[in-house]
């Protein structure tokens, strides 16, 4: 077989020229060709026919040209070396080829021997591994939030703080790389999955976090967002509420810090202030803090606390508070008196003194025809402001009755009765019961009224008292015309009580001792009414009066009921030197009380 590429002749077979190196392409044998020789131009080419006999299609050879001086046999020799070993490589590649397909058509002759049941089994498993890799492209990363949950303590044996954080770090680490967004779920910005679980998840420890001690048990609860965060991002969150056992404290010696705190109370409600002093040696007033100090009423709490953490004490003193705070009930706050029912004996009795100097006064400007008979307690009232925000939140009110009257000279004697109130502002009920008067504060009557008396002469007098003629007017002007700005309580029974003013207008008749009595005066007094001045029984006006003279120098009654009617009087009981021989008496009187008693005597 001749290479058409070179002409060289080789073995029928061959795929390889043995000289060029290039493939053999199998030719007719019908064919004629020329051996190159040396020197010896190629014909132009050779005529192949096919087997059918068609006409011969004319092959090109290529034409190969002979060197001057002829071929050089060492250089041709090297050069079909060099092919020679390029056709083994090509040849041994080849048979490679051929193994592999033997091993192949071995293999399939193998397949072939396998049963149908050996095929259903290995076809059950490939659908098993398929379906196993179809999870797999499926299923959601779960991330378990109490994997990296972390419950730390702070403090010392007995004032131990708990605290919970979660370790992001780690769960970076985890899971960073393996859940993401879904689709259309992702976020702007450089938000990650992990952060928006972070933003969506919360974790605090469940009721009592402080004063723990070691084996004290802690409880934490989850605020998790779960839906949300499975709605953003393709994972499932796990988590549960749980509990563990506080360990790790330190002992330390503990000391009470309020031991020695005094808080006390002080103002009117809802006014009231706390008042804080430290009374010991280890802290100072510094130390402490109060939530709220001023705007306090009775019953209120406040918490007092320290104004430094445990750990600070402990490295200033080597010793652990107790406890961080205390609080504290608001209590002995004065409040603003709103019932009679509160107002203390000793307040009312202060109240009814002032008022009842306040009349001695005021008689003491009286006229000297006017002569006062008798004082008496009425009874109390209590206005309290309706609006909280006034400045006066209260007035209590003392009421009195003032018998007198008028006995001009040679003039016609007229009894007359006034009404007359005193009212104290602002009264306040301490936090122990006791009221708080202000007795420099007070409103009396402004209103007056007049009574005109006939002297002897027939001219008319007239003489103006303060307060009012009844206590009806009393009420209406003083407590009935303020009835829009404050609420009434009105204590007025109808009974009456005699009071002592300590003053001589206490007398039934004051000038019985400095001068003589007229029929004129003995007609006013059998005309006036004393049923309200307690005599005792069976004896009238004009036997007092002489029984007044005597007293006014001491006369020791031996009637108890005399007795305690004149003892009742200031002047009377302050008298110590009494005596109750009558002859010693009537020695002391003056000539005008002499003549008095026998006047007197002739009326009895």
């Known amino acids: 077989m001749k290479c058409r590429v070179c002409g060289a002749d080789n073995e029928n077979g061959s795929k390889f020229c043995w000289n060029c190196g290039n493939k053999l392409t199998e030719q007719s044998e019908t064919g004629s060709s020329s051996v190159n020789q040396p020197g010896i131009q190629q ?117 131990g703080t708990a605290y919970t954080e979660i370790d992001w770090d780690s769960m970076i680490n985890d899971y960073g790389k393996k859940i993401s967004y879904k689709k259309g779920m992702s976020q702007n910005g450089s938000l990650t999955p992990i952060d928006t679980i972070m ?90 803090t109060c939530d709220k100090v001023y705007g306090l009423k009775n019953g209120d709490k406040i918490k007092i606390s320290l104004t430094e953490d445990a750990e600070y004490y402990v490295d200033q003193y080597n010793k652990a508070p107790s406890i961080l705070e205390k609080e504290y009930k608001v209590k002995n706050l004065g409040k603003y008196l709103s019932k009679i029912k509160e107002v203390d004996t000793d307040a009312m009795n202060s109240a009814r003194a002032k008022a009842q100097k306040s009349i001695s006064n005021m008689t003491d400007y009286w006229s000297d025809d006017i002569i006062l008979d008798k004082v008496s307690y009425v009874g109390d009232y209590l ?41 104290f502002g602002n009264v306040i009920v301490d936090g122990d019961g006791k009221c708080k008067i202000d007795l420099d504060e007070y409103n009396v009557p402004y209103d007056e009224f007049s009574v005109e008396v006939t ?84 004896i009238n006006i004009i036997q007092m009066l002489i029984n007044e003279i005597y007293a006014k120098h001491g006369y020791e009654f031996t009637d108890s009921k005399l007795s305690a009617y004149f003892s009742a009087k200031t002047w009377y009981a302050n008298n110590k030197n009494k005596v109750n021989d009558m002859d010693t008496v009537s020695a002391s009187l003056s000539e005008t009380e002499k003549k008095n008693v026998d006047f007197l005597n002739n009326y009895r």
């Open 43 to 159: 014909n132009s080419g050779d005529v192949q026919h096919d087997q059918a006999g068609t006409q011969p299609k004319q092959v090109r050879m290529p034409q190969r040209q002979v060197p001057p001086g002829g071929f050089d046999w060492e250089n041709g020799k090297k050069v079909a070396e060099e092919r020679l070993q390029k056709g083994k490589n090509i040849a041994d590649g080849c048979v490679g080829q051929l193994k592999k397909v033997a091993e192949n058509q071995t293999i399939t002759e193998k397949l072939k021997k396998i049963s149908k049941k050996t095929w259903g089994i290995i076809g059950a498993c490939a659908v098993l591994i398929v379906i196993l890799l179809v999870l797999i492209a499926l299923h959601k990363p779960t991330v378990n939030l109490n994997d990296y949950l972390k419950v730390t303590y702070d403090g010392y044996d007995g004032g």
């Open 455 to 538: 002297s002897g002469d027939s001219y008319s007098d007239k003489y103006w008292f303060e307060g009012y003629q009844t206590l009806e007017e009393l009420k209406k002007n003083c407590v009935d015309e303020a009835a829009d700005e404050f609420d009434c309580e009105w204590d007025v029974s109808g009974e009456l009580e005699t009071v002592d003013l300590g003053v001589s207008s206490d007398y039934l008749c004051s000038y019985s001792s400095d001068r003589l009595l007229t029929e004129r005066d003995v007609d006013g007094y059998l005309g006036a009414n004393y049923s309200q001045y307690n005599f005792p029984e069976g």
């Open 383 to 423: 206005q309290v402001a309706k609006d909280s925000d006034d400045y006066t939140k209260n007035y209590y009110g003392v009421i009195y009755q003032i018998n007198a009257h008028i006995q001009p000279d040679g003039g016609q004697r007229k009894d007359v009765v006034a009404y007359y109130s005193m009212k």
């Open 199 to 288: 933003h969506y998840t919360e974790v605090n420890v469940k009721g009592n976090d402080e004063k723990l001690s070691n084996g004290d048990k802690v409880s934490y609860t989850w605020k998790v967002d779960k839906d949300e965060i499975e709605k953003l991002i393709k994972c499932k969150i796990k988590y549960s509420n749980g509990s563990e056992k506080v360990s790790g404290l330190k002992k330390m010696e503990l000391f009470d810090p309020f031991e020695n705190l005094k808080v006390s109370f002080s103002g009117v409600e809802p006014n009231g202030e706390a008042d804080i002093e430290y009374n010991g040696d280890l802290l100072s007033d510094y130390d402490f």
